[in-house]
């Protein structure tokens, strides 16, 4: 059994020619015209010396043509690095470089940037300019438009045959350092993230013709992969959903009133989102704008917090739609998944999950950790090879535990009483004040329960007494800037009073990755540069 994602794809491309396969703005795709372009397209990368194990970049938002290029270099047996379109030219050196990219598919927008980053890469001999309304100039460095690529490529599938064992890497952006290239064999991360294995039993799926097989039985769905394809949330949920036969919809770029019009217009099944960067604004609109979505019967977030007030709102405004809050990450995968019930009005901990078959909590002594103990979160089965060109990390990353190996990312967890987990947040993002841990999320989370707080992060900034101090940026909404006292008030209700923050900065706008991530660096260096802006409060 092959296990390839191309072969994945090529099996429902054989059952479903003519099904709609990917829909963004006005545009749509069958599964015979995405199989038709990506045959061109990997043929004319082939011609160009593009084969087996070579590292192609995509430089892409959103687009049919990017899920095409997609598609084509896995058929080659290449890998896809996913680049961040909103890196500028120091980042972009350091990804092409730690990359190994030998071919680059980019935006024709981003053209600038890739001209002066290409003298530094002189492995990097094949460039694609994907259409998206410009016309910046791509001669200057040898660049091929998406259209020329296509015509000068064959549509017959006659490629080599595949393996399980082809490699698949996913660069994890990261919210506190350079970005680490996650490495995969295609079967291993087709069954932690592609459907290859039933999420709660662990039970693997026969052959890798189950999921089209599903589809043709069931006539398919249609979801909305609201994150950008540069993130593995995308990524996978539009692969997984190709293998079986349903609809991928698409939006170049996220706006929550788009994505409701979207939702009407396709009759979307289910929406995959990312935390409450998209959640909140995506029920604040549907409150205010009057959207259809009776289509919808669910509705899952995953890696990043979902908070509890956010949770409240979708449970009240759409109570006949299953809310579920996935954990997982890049490098273990699906981990675990909460169904959204009753929520309590103030904060909680973290996002609290049933974990899969192989999900676990290390204590620290390397031992499965007793209830009630803080520790790592951990998955063994299906695992990562490890961090591409990175022995080191990739050594912390895979530990073993009574003889049966785990990926251990970082995430530290709570293993509760009734057999469930709470996520409690990154270890590197901590804030260790008086000895205390004090986990963003939490605090985030008590924050945006205040009425007239739109975001917020949660940062540890140097205190001569307590080594850190807990601070915040909030990001309140138009026109309402709550009172700091009534706003500490609010938040000694809910969290302990060591967990309040000490100082606060109100911003316009909390930046976020692509991917609605928090951006701790962001925040970090915004404390540091308005020093003076921040609103105190005494212990």
């Not at 980042?91 to 092409?96: G, P």
């Not at 593995?232 to 959903?241: E, R, S, V």
């Not at 009776?294 to 449970?315: E, Y």
């Amino acid at each position: 059994m092959a296990a390839n994602i191309a072969d994945l794809f090529e099996h429902a491309a054989d059952a479903f020619g003519t099904r709609v396969a990917v829909a963004c703005g006005d545009q749509t795709a069958t599964y015979a015209d995405l199989e038709a372009d990506a045959n061109r397209l990997a043929h004319f990368l082939q011609s160009r010396g593009v084969g087996a194990g070579d590292h192609v970049g995509l430089y892409a938002g959103n687009s049919i043509e990017a899920v095409t290029a997609m598609i084509a270099v896995y058929k080659l047996r290449a890998a896809v690095v996913n680049i961040n379109y909103r890196y500028v030219e120091n980042e972009l050196q350091f990804l092409f470089a730690d990359a190994d990219l030998t071919a680059l598919i980019h935006d024709r927008k981003y053209a600038p940037r890739v001209a002066a980053v290409l003298p530094s890469a002189p492995d990097l001999h094949t460039v694609v300019a994907l259409p998206d309304g410009t016309d910046t100039d791509i001669a200057a460095y040898g660049g091929v438009t998406y259209a020329a690529a296509l015509g000068a490529g064959d549509p017959v599938r006659d490629f080599v045959e595949r393996s399980g064992e082809d490699l698949y890497l996913l660069y994890t952006g990261g919210t506190t350092g350079y970005p680490k290239g996650v490495i995969w064999r295609h079967e291993d991360v087709w069954r932690v993230l592609g459907g290859g294995v039933d999420f709660m039993s662990g039970i693997p799926l026969e052959d890798e013709w189950a999921q089209s097989r599903r589809g043709v039985e069931t006539g398919g769905m249609v979801r909305l992969c609201l994150a950008p394809l540069i993130h593995g949330n995308a990524q996978w949920a539009a692969l997984a959903a190709l293998f079986g036969g349903d609809t991928v919809v698409m939006l170049a770029h996220f706006d929550a009133d788009d994505a409701w019009r979207a939702i009407e217009r396709h009759r979307v099944n289910v929406v995959v989102l990312i935390g409450d960067a998209m959640a909140r604004p995506m029920i604040e609109a549907y409150l205010s704008g009057g959207y259809d979505g009776s289509s919808l019967f669910a509705i899952s977030s995953s890696a990043a917090l979902f908070s509890p007030v956010v949770k409240r709102q979708f449970l009240e405004t759409l109570p006949d739609v299953l809310i579920t809050d996935a954990v997982g990450s890049s490098e273990t995968g699906f981990a675990g998944l909460g169904v959204v019930a009753e929520v309590e009005g103030g904060a909680v901990d973290g996002p609290r999950f049933t974990p899969g078959p192989n999900t676990i909590v290390i204590d620290e002594h390397g031992r499965p950790a007793d209830p009630g103990v803080i520790g790592r979160l951990a998955r063994g089965g299906y695992l990562p090879l490890g961090y591409h060109k990175d022995p080191e990390k990739s050594a912390a990353l895979l530990t073993e535990v009574d003889g049966v190996r785990y990926a251990v990312p970082g995430d530290l967890a709570r293993l509760e009483k009734d057999g469930t987990i709470t996520l409690l947040g990154r270890g590197n993002t901590c804030v260790n004040t008086g000895g205390e841990k004090v986990f963003p999320e939490e605090v985030e989370g008590a924050l945006k329960a205040h009425p007239d707080v739109f975001d917020a992060l949660v940062i540890g900034v140097s205190d001569e007494r307590l080594g850190q101090r807990v601070a915040a940026l909030v990001q309140p909404r138009p026109g309402h800037r709550p009172d700091p006292a009534e706003l500490d008030e609010h938040l000694r209700r809910r969290i302990a009073g060591y967990k309040v923050p000490r100082e606060l900065w109100w911003v316009d706008e909390i930046t976020r990755t692509l991917s609605g991530k928090a951006d701790y660096r962001w925040a970090h260096r915004y404390a540091e540069s308005h020093r003076g802006e921040a609103v105190s409060h005494a212990d």
